[in-house]
């Protein structure tokens, strides 16, 4: 039997609009999401799944600040470098989400239960990481999908935010470690229009099914319903950065486009 996973993806204050005053890295329309994701995360425990959330844990010195970078411009792309001594593409972000601060809680709104399984990512200062299962350079796993597979979970449902950048990469990294993926549009937000109309081409390229709220009860029948092949081992934990550079170039689906 199939089980399904909902993962929600950084609904953390820093990311939503009025959830605070310091609020940095706003993404419209994601305060709107809160609502339908708590709504829906009730369909997915009777139907026996399982929550996940990433929460997105950045040291106070991260790569991905523009603050940290000397004359850098807020959302501009610098070449900065890459822990295996090369270069590499980064957005200069506003500070957002570090560890320990308002803006890093999930939203006060978002129900959050001790039994749901919280993914921290972001947490290497040299190295950013949209997804939730690898970082920017799919050097190091976050173990999120062993610890997904540990619990029987075949089929992942993603929602939340943004997604043209961390929900969409996440819910692309779900298809690669062998979960069938969907992404519920109607539950996620963007950043801008353009990065988004290039995620849409990329989740396609993953075989990621886009679905609305409305149909979720359908799909999980089909989860329960169907008995579904083991999924294969995933991708090793490990530190080891030799050879980002070449995966980086030459496989990475998180800055193709940017
Ligand atoms: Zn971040």
């Given at each position: 039997m199939g089980r399904a996973g909902l993962l929600i993806v950084d609904m953390q204050n820093d990311f939503i609009p009025g959830s605070y005053p310091g609020a940095s890295?706003?993404?419209?329309?994601?305060?709107?999401c809160v609502a339908g994701i708590n709504a829906i995360r009730i369909a997915f425990k009777d139907a026996g799944g399982v929550i996940a959330h990433t929460q997105d844990s950045h040291p106070a010195d991260h790569c991905s600040f523009y603050d940290n970078h000397h004359g850098a411009e807020m959302f501009s792309i610098r070449s900065i470098p890459s822990p295996d001594g090369g270069k590499m593409d980064q957005v200069m972000w506003p500070r957002h989400c570090v560890k320990g601060s308002r803006g890093h809680e999930f939203h006060d709104h978002l129900v959050v239960e001790t039994s749901d399984l919280i993914q921290p990512k972001g947490?290497?200062?040299?190295?950013?990481s949209y997804s939730g299962f690898f970082d920017n350079l799919k050097g190091r796993s976050t173990g999120l999908?062993?610890?997904l597979q540990a619990q029987g979970v075949t089929h992942l449902f993603v929602v939340g935010v943004a997604y043209d950048f961390c929900a969409g990469s996440s819910a692309i990294d779900g298809a690669s470690c062998g979960f069938k993926t969907y992404i519920i549009e109607n539950l996620t937000a963007s950043v801008g229009a353009d990065t988004a109309a290039a995620m849409k081409e990329k989740l396609a390229e993953a075989g990621v099914v886009p679905i609305a709220a409305a149909d979720v009860q359908t799909y999980l029948r089909d989860v329960?319903?169907?008995?579904?092949?083991?999924?294969?081992?995933?991708?090793?934990?490990?530190i080891d950065h030799s050879g980002l550079a070449r995966r980086y170039s030459s496989t990475?689906?998180?800055f193709a486009s940017y």
């Open positions: 890295l706003t993404v419209p329309g994601a305060e709107s947490r290497d200062p040299a190295v950013d999908a062993d610890r329960g319903a169907h008995d579904v092949a083991p999924i294969g081992p995933t991708k090793k934990d490990s990475s689906p998180n």
